[in-house]
């Protein structure tokens, strides 16, 4: 998933939690409050959290209808199964570790 991100212009940051967080950015180019990131993979745990929380305070996300619609698009995920009251909050679904890579050095 990371590659395929990389590959396709995105850019990404780590975190330094034991649960090593690596987050998937769309701006990083932007200043630190208009940064965009949708999710947030965490490796150890296996899981992904979806910000909403955090995209419904950025353009063009703001918008209540693209979230809805990345919310649909993030339903079609085997193991993605978000409620649309979760649309301003952090839900998180599980992510097989095995498909991580490795942070580097």
Known sequence: MIDRWLADGGTV???ADADTSCF???RDDAPPQDNLWP?????VSGRIEV????LSRRAPID???????FLDLLNGVPGAEIAEVK???????????STAR????
């Open 51 to 54: 910000v909403f929380q955090h």
């Open 102 to 105: 490795e942070r580097p050095g």
């Open 39 to 43: 999710v947030v993979l965490y490796p």
């Open 63 to 69: 918008d209540i209808g693209l979230r809805r619609k």
């Open 87 to 97: 649309l301003d909050l952090g839900p998180a679904f599980p992510w097989p570790p």
């Open 24 to 26: 998937l950015l769309v």
């Open 13 to 15: 940051t780590y975190g």
